[in-house]
């Protein structure tokens, strides 16, 4: 099984920043891509961005020029730095990961989420 924990969530005010982080763990071969959704109460779950193991990322229009997705692969770790921070963004995050666990097994895993609230 491969294991995704997050954290960095909480509380802040407006206009402020937080940084994601999310590590990976278990049976990994290989990772594809990694990447970031959210989900708030009431609403679908949402891509905000992902990265893929060669750098190349996609990001929701609702954060561009605002968060920034990155990883290091020797760790399995993804990040998402959150700039400028609205209400809106407000939402339980899930870190996801896409990958093999060996040649012929893959893998597609889900955190348990991390909350965070944005105050006006």
């Known amino acids: 099984q491969v294991q995704l924990v997050e954290s960095g969530g909480g509380l802040v005010q407006a206009g402020g920043s937080l940084r994601l982080s999310c590590a990976a763990s278990g049976s990994i071969f290989n990772i594809n891509t990694m990447g970031w959704y959210r989900q708030a109460p009431g609403k679908q779950r949402e891509l905000v961005a992902t990265i893929t193991s060669g750098g190349s990322t996609n990001y929701a229009d609702s954060v561009k020029g605002r968060f920034t997705i990155s990883r290091d692969n020797a760790s399995n770790t993804v990040f998402l730095q959150m700039n400028s921070l609205k209400p809106e963004d407000t939402a339980r995050y899930y870190c996801?990961?896409?990958?093999?666990?060996?040649?012929?097994?893959?893998?597609?895993?889900w955190g348990q989420g991390i909350q965070v609230t944005v105050s006006s």
């Open positions: 996801n990961a896409k990958g093999q666990r060996s040649l012929y097994s893959l893998f597609d895993s």
